[in-house]
């Protein structure tokens, strides 16, 4: 962190930064720890073209959950942009490793997210990101047309744009949404995490735990567990927790495979043609 850096933080918090350090921040954004006499923060800062447009929507994404009062997020306390850069501000919140009770709490206070009421469309008031790629929320009413047409159209073509999909390989939209509407069937809307894999929850040392990094918008609450199981599962208590309140749905294995077919097609234009074989596993097994 350079020292200009360091002071325009200083004005910005209204405190003297006593110590810094780098820590893990993910692809795009340098991430530090900043110690001050009064508190401690993580503050994220990138020069990308759209750092702060995604750091805007990470900001009010947490804000969203936060006004469930359901489960915890890190406290947003400023961004803006210096020098070129752009910058987030977040409560730290330092961590431990999940025990069993840690991950039925979070089953708990995930089921209690996704119950918490809200106003019955799908999408969000605003666009945000998965990853580093645009995610669209626009709002529908029908939660199988939102499904296809903001989730996995826009990431087919993008595949089909890299060259990582053939034209062939990409079910006609109609397919898609017939397939799609028989599948999932009424939905009762949910407030979404969006992007919960293991790195995208903490538990600090008091077994509290909070969400970070959200691409929060109204869905399925399947799409969150379905990515919990993507790479490698959360526990068998947090699932325990979870579905005593949430009870899973009697196609649960196929919702998991639709709803992951989506992050897999982001990792497949993230990271390239390593997710291919999944990607058309799951095309072939309901699509083609």
Same mark, same amino acid.
């Given at each position: 962190?350079?020292?200009?850096?360091?002071?325009?933080?200083?004005?910005?918090?209204?405190?003297?930064?006593?110590?810094?350090?780098?820590?893990?921040?993910?692809?795009?954004?340098?991430?530090?720890?900043?110690?001050?006499?009064?508190?401690?923060?993580?503050?994220?800062?990138?020069? &990308?073209?759209?750092?702060?447009?995604?750091?805007?929507?990470?900001?009010?994404?947490?804000?969203?959950?936060?006004?469930?009062?359901?489960?915890?997020?890190?406290?947003?306390?400023?961004?803006?942009?210096?020098?070129?850069?752009?910058?987030?501000?977040?409560?730290?919140?330092?961590?431990?490793?999940?025990?069993?009770? &840690?991950?039925?709490?979070?089953?708990?206070?995930?089921?209690?997210?996704?119950?918490?009421?809200?106003?019955?469309?799908?999408?969000?008031?605003?666009?945000?990101?998965?990853?580093?790629?645009?995610?669209?929320?626009?709002?529908?009413?029908?939660?199988?047309?939102?499904?296809?047409?903001?989730?996995?159209?826009?990431?087919?073509?993008?595949?089909?744009?890299?060259?990582?999909?053939?034209?062939?390989?990409?079910?006609?939209?109609?397919?898609?949404?017939?397939?799609?509407?028989?599948?999932?069937?009424?939905?009762?809307?949910?407030?979404?995490?969006?992007?919960?894999?293991?790195?995208?929850?903490?538990?600090?040392?008091?077994?509290?735990?909070?969400?970070?990094?959200?691409?929060?918008?109204?869905?399925?609450?399947?799409?969150?567990?379905?990515?919990?199981?993507?790479?490698?599962?959360?526990?068998?208590?947090?699932?325990?927790?979870?579905?005593?309140?949430?009870?899973?749905?009697?196609?649960?294995?196929?919702?998991?495979?639709?709803?992951?077919?989506?992050?897999?097609?982001?990792?497949?234009?993230?990271?390239?043609?390593?997710?291919?074989?999944?990607?058309?596993?799951?095309?072939?097994?309901?699509?083609?």
């Amino acid at each position: 962190m350079h020292s200009s850096f360091q002071k325009h933080l200083e004005d910005q918090l209204s405190e003297e930064i006593k110590q810094k350090s780098h820590v893990s921040g993910g692809d795009i954004s340098n991430a530090y720890k900043i110690d001050t006499a009064k508190s401690t923060y993580f503050v994220k800062s990138s020069s &990308d073209d759209q750092a702060l447009k995604m750091y805007e929507a990470e900001a009010k994404g947490l804000q969203q959950i936060a006004a469930t009062k359901t489960i915890a997020t890190p406290k947003v306390i400023t961004k803006g942009e210096f020098e070129g850069s752009d910058y987030l501000v977040l409560e730290f919140i330092a961590s431990k490793r999940p025990n069993l009770q &840690d991950f039925e709490r979070l089953g708990v206070q995930l089921a209690s997210l996704h119950q918490a009421k809200n106003d019955a469309v799908f999408g969000n008031d605003h666009d945000n990101f998965i990853g580093s790629l645009p995610q669209c929320n626009k709002r529908h009413q029908n939660w199988a047309e939102y499904y296809v047409q903001e989730r996995l159209v826009p990431q087919l073509h993008m595949a089909e744009q890299k060259s990582l999909l053939t034209i062939a390989q990409i079910p006609e939209t109609e397919i898609l949404l017939n397939r799609c509407r028989q599948l999932l069937g009424e939905v009762p809307p949910s407030l979404l995490h969006g992007d919960l894999w293991g790195g995208n929850y903490l538990i600090t040392t008091d077994g509290t735990p909070y969400l970070i990094d959200p691409a929060v918008y109204v869905g399925h609450s399947e799409v969150d567990i379905a990515m919990t199981k993507l790479f490698g599962g959360f526990g068998e208590s947090f699932y325990k927790a979870y579905h005593e309140i949430i009870p899973p749905n009697e196609n649960q294995s196929e919702l998991t495979d639709i709803y992951q077919l989506y992050y897999l097609l982001v990792h497949l234009n993230l990271f390239g043609s390593s997710y291919l074989g999944s990607v058309l596993r799951i095309l072939k097994k309901y699509f083609y």
